[in-house]
């Protein structure tokens, strides 16, 4: 696992230069089918990871934002796959506010055990999973990630791009929190670093948009939950989409008190 690991931050960070040399020109935004905004950047990281990937585990199948029109008799039969966001946080990156990242995950029966969150415009990777604590890497620096005890008053990382009335209903019932709005898979990140102690999901999101900062997270000692208080899951069912979420670093806080 440990040797996979590494792989996958190579191919994050290679993905991460596709990304940067279409950050700093100028560049055309589409739109795709569901109004998300699409770039060179989104696609060019997408033929990097996916022309990669193979030459870890040729056999396994890879399901990416990029190329999701895959059946669900197709798909329901995988036990072991790659799940990756090319560019997680593409708003972001159309906004040049630096916080998109690459997110890659490997899925086996329906957990994440192994995840790699790239953020390029910031040079700061993170990965872990199954067995391996998180591992962080800025520059020339690294070291190990931790989540924290939670502080008072909570820090709470907030969407940059998908704030909504529910999310803020629920803050309102947490009372007193201290906000940080983020963008993309960094949520998890900061969380699985210590610097913040609890994100809660309730606008849609995509099951490549979690898998990969999920497997950081739970390494890094926090968890990402259903509102029934389940792990959150992955492939069990046709729609792609995951349902509302809470991720926490530390497992002791009553987040279920304030749904």
Excluded at 234 to 246: C, D, R, T, V
């Amino acid at each position: 696992m440990k040797q996979w690991a590494e792989r996958m931050s190579d191919i994050a960070r290679r993905a991460g230069d596709e990304i940067m040399a279409v950050y700093r020109q100028d560049f055309s935004v589409t739109e795709k089918a569901d109004a998300s905004p699409l770039t060179q950047a989104d696609l060019a990281a997408h033929r990097c990871i996916v022309g990669l990937l193979p030459g870890i585990e040729s056999a396994l199948p890879i399901l990416s934002e990029e190329s999701a029109d895959i059946d669900w008799p197709t798909r329901r039969a995988w036990e072991r796959y790659w799940l990756v966001d090319p560019l997680d946080g593409t708003r972001e990156f159309i906004k040049k506010n630096d916080e998109f990242t690459v997110n890659i995950a490997l899925i086996e029966n329906g957990e994440p055990v192994l995840g790699v969150v790239y953020a390029p415009a910031i040079d700061w990777l993170l990965v872990g999973g199954r067995g391996l604590e998180t591992r962080w890497f800025k520059g020339g620096e690294q070291g190990v990630a931790r989540v924290a005890k939670a502080s008072s008053p909570l820090r709470v990382a907030a969407s940059r791009s998908h704030r909504d009335e529910r999310t803020q209903a629920y803050l309102d019932q947490i009372g007193a929190v201290d906000t940080i709005g983020l963008g993309s898979s960094l949520k998890f990140c900061r969380i699985a670093t210590g610097e913040v102690d609890l994100y809660p999901r309730f606008g849609p999101t995509s099951e490549w948009d979690t898998a990969a900062a999920q497997a950081v997270l739970e390494a890094a000692g926090g968890g990402v939950f259903t509102l029934d208080g389940q792990p959150l899951r992955y492939n069990h069912k046709e729609s792609l989409l995951n349902p509302h979420f809470i991720a926490v670093g530390d497992r002791g806080i009553a987040w279920q008190d304030w749904l």
